[in-house]
């Protein structure tokens, strides 16, 4: 069932509907941030199938503007130019080193070249049956992206299929790819516009669900991290915060005792009575001074008489004021 007035089939039609709304999602993400590089790779792949669809279903169609060799070959152009990012985007969204060399060099070889020459066959003899011969280059090299996709996931999981990621990745690598190489098939047997569409976007599309399933989940580790560090700097904050309350008191406490000294050496008290005016000062009682100094209690009584005498206070809250420790009002 092809879409009124057009060429496109409902089923390719519905597949750009769907491709168009993930595009500007897309486009909107990258805006709200420019530095994630996954999002400018989903990007391009969407766009491609988009025009993929859209040139593949609706040309050639001689109520459109341009010849029909020329809306032909843009229509096989988008065919070859789709495939050929699917190397470069397992590359760098899958990361998966071994597929370098076709990311740079081989699509480069195996696919616009042939491309170049199927146009050149295609106009000069008018046939495009004929032409169409030179889809057995893709085909064949498809086969061999197929072979260093299964290295290249296996090096970067250590050889090992054993993860779930590798699994994933091998399995949407292949159903993405394999459509590809069934295309010349389906053109050759002419199996419909819309079996096409089916099978070369689904695989794609799954492609990208995988990407982003992997992106979502690296964002949510990251976000975990993030949590974590703000956890662990607000336990560093704490502990900074006591430590610097602990080195406040103990620099209020010399301060204090430095005054007490220079008190005690301007009323001209001796070494022990000093030592006794700085303990009482702290908010020892005679019986602990006697203690700590290992003196009897009424020989600390004794001292503090003699300081009271020489500071000429009555009471130890005006020594305190006398000595600094107490601000006076």
């Given amino acids: 069932m092809l879409l009124p007035g057009t060429q496109m089939h409902l089923v390719t039609f519905l597949f750009v509907c769907i491709e168009i709304v993930i595009f500007s999602y897309l486009l909107i993400y990258r805006l709200a941030r420019p530095d994630d590089k996954s999002a400018y790779l989903n990007i391009i792949l969407i766009f491609l199938l988009i025009v993929y669809n859209v040139t593949g279903g609706l040309l050639p169609d001689e109520n459109l503007p341009g010849s029909y ?176 309350d602990k080195r406040t008191r103990e620099i209020e406490r010399l301060s204090a005792e430095e005054r007490i000294f220079e008190s005690c050496k301007q009323y001209q008290l001796t070494a022990r009575e000093r030592e006794i005016a700085s303990l009482i000062c702290r908010g020892s009682s005679y019986k602990q001074i006697a203690d700590s100094l290992f003196i009897a209690e009424r020989t600390v009584t004794k001292h503090v008489q003699n300081i009271f005498d020489k500071v000429k206070v009555s009471n130890k809250l005006e020594l305190l004021n006398k000595l600094g420790v107490v601000p006076t009002n």
């Fill in 69 to 244: 060799y020329l809306q032909t070959s843009i229509a096989y152009a988008t065919g070859f130019v789709t495939p050929c990012y699917f190397p470069y985007y397992v590359y760098h969204a899958f990361r998966l080193e071994k597929m370098k060399f076709h990311a740079y060099k081989g699509v480069f070889i195996f696919l616009i070249a042939p491309y170049v020459i199927f146009v050149i066959l295609f106009v000069s003899s008018g046939n495009l049956e004929a032409a169409k011969n030179l889809l057995i280059i893709p085909t064949a090299y498809a086969l061999w992206v197929i072979i260093t996709l299964i290295k290249a996931v296996r090096y970067k999981y250590k050889n090992s299929f054993e993860t779930k990621g590798a699994k994933e990745e091998m399995a949407v690598s292949f159903i993405s790819l394999t459509p590809w190489v069934s295309l010349p098939v389906i053109d050759f047997y002419n199996l419909g516009q819309a079996v096409e569409a089916t099978t070369t976007n689904t695989g794609f599309l799954l492609l990208l669900a995988l990407q982003l399933k992997q992106h979502i989940r690296m964002v949510k580790s990251e976000h975990q991290r993030l949590i974590d560090s703000e956890e662990k700097l607000s336990r560093w904050n704490e502990k900074l915060q006591e430590e610097v």
